[in-house]
C-alpha cells in the first residue's frame, strides 16, 4: 500500500464554481512525507494509510488525499471510515454526486453515526435538495438511542452534547427554510437560549441567536469577534436568512464578501460559491 512521492508546484488545487483558482498550503513541515513514511513502514495499517491522507487534508491537498482513502478501499471496501473521510473530501472539491456517494454508503454501514449523518445531508444541501437535507439532520437530531457500535472516537447522533447540537440545527434551519418548512424552522429554534454549553461550534451558535433574534445581524458579524472560517460559517448563515427573507441585495453582497476571502475549504464558503453559481440567486 505504499503510495508514489509526490511533487507540488504552484498550481491549483482546483477551479472553483464561480472559475477562481483555489490553492492548497505548502507543506512547510513536511507533514506528508513522514506520514508517508510511516505507511511505507506498515503498509497493511489502515490507521496509517488514514493519517496519510489526513495529512494531505490539512493541507488541501483534498485530490490526493482523495486517492489515498481509495487506494484503502481497494483493501477493505467494508471499512466505512474511508467512505466518511471521501465522501467529506468530495465536498471540499465540489463533487457532490461523489460525496453522497460515499456518504449514502457510510450511512448503511453506521447510520448512527453524527459524522456522516452532517456530511451527508451536507452534500443533499449543496446539491439543491433541501428537504431531503433538513430530513437527514432530523433524522439523526431526534436519535435517542444508539445504533451500532461506532469507530473509536466517533460521535453518535444520541445524546448529543450543545456543541454538536448546534452544528447541525443551523443548517437544519438553514434547509427548513430554503425547502419552505418555515413552522419547522420556528419551532427547531425553540430550545435554543443564550446559556448553552457551546465551545467548538459558536459560529454555528451566533447563527442560530440571530435567527432567533437574540442578536442582531451587526453583533454577529463584528470583525473583532471573528476569526479564521468563522466569517464564512456565520456570515453564510445570515445571508441565507437574507434570502428567504427576500433582501436578496444584502444575501448577494454578503456571499460575494464570504467567496472572496481565503477560506475556501469552509462548509459556508462552498455553500456560498453554490448559491452565487445557481442561476437565479444573484444575478
Known amino acids: 500500500m505504499a503510495l508514489a512521492a509526490q511533487t507540488r508546484g504552484p498550481q491549483a488545487e482546483l477551479v472553483s464554481l464561480l472559475g477562481r483558482e483555489l490553492y492548497p498550503l505548502p507543506d512547510t513541515s513536511g507533514v506528508v512525507a513522514k506520514a508517508d513514511a510511516a505507511l511505507a513502514a506498515d503498509p497493511g495499517n489502515l490507521d496509517r494509510l488514514l493519517d496519510a491522507a489526513r495529512a ?15 487506494k484503502g478501499l481497494d483493501t477493505a471496501p467494508g471499512d466505512v471510515r474511508l467512505y466518511r473521510m471521501r465522501g467529506h473530501r468530495y465536498i471540499s472539491i465540489r463533487s457532490f454526486d461523489d460525496a453522497v456517494r ?41 436519535m435517542s438511542k444508539a445504533g451500532a457500535a461506532l469507530p473509536p472516537g466517533w460521535r453518535s447522533c444520541a445524546g448529543l452534547d450543545d456543541d454538536t447540537r448546534v452544528a447541525a440545527a443551523d443548517w437544519r434551519y438553514r434547509a427548513l427554510r430554503r425547502a ?10 425553540d430550545p435554543i437560549h443564550e446559556k448553552m454549553a457551546v465551545k467548538e461550534n459558536e459560529s454555528y451558535y451566533r447563527a442560530l441567536l440571530f ?26 448563515g445570515v445571508a441565507v436568512h437574507h434570502l428567504v427573507e427576500g433582501n436578496a441585495a444584502r444575501a448577494c453582497a454578503l456571499l460575494r464578501e464570504i467567496t472572496s476571502g481565503p477560506n475556501w475549504a469552509a462548509f459556508g464558503f462552498i455553500g456560498a460559491e453554490v448559491d452565487l453559481a445557481r442561476q437565479g440567486v444573484c444575478r
Open 211 to 236: 435567527y432567533k433574534k437574540l442578536r442582531s445581524e451587526e453583533e454577529v458579524l463584528s470583525p473583532a469577534t471573528l476569526q479564521g472560517t468563522q466569517f464564512a460559517t456565520v456570515g453564510y
Open 56 to 70: 494531505r487534508d490539512l493541507l488541501l491537498q483534498f485530490r490526493e488525499s482523495i486517492a489515498v482513502y481509495t
Open 180 to 189: 419552505g418548512r418555515h413552522d419547522e424552522a420556528r419551532r427547531l429554534l
Open 102 to 142: 460515499d456518504l449514502e454508503q457510510a450511512a448503511k454501514l453506521a447510520s448512527s453515526s453524527f459524522d456522516v449523518s452532517y456530511h451527508l445531508a451536507l452534500a443533499y444541501y449543496l446539491r439543491g435538495e433541501f428537504a431531503r437535507a433538513a430530513d437527514e439532520y432530523g433524522r439523526c437530531l431526534a
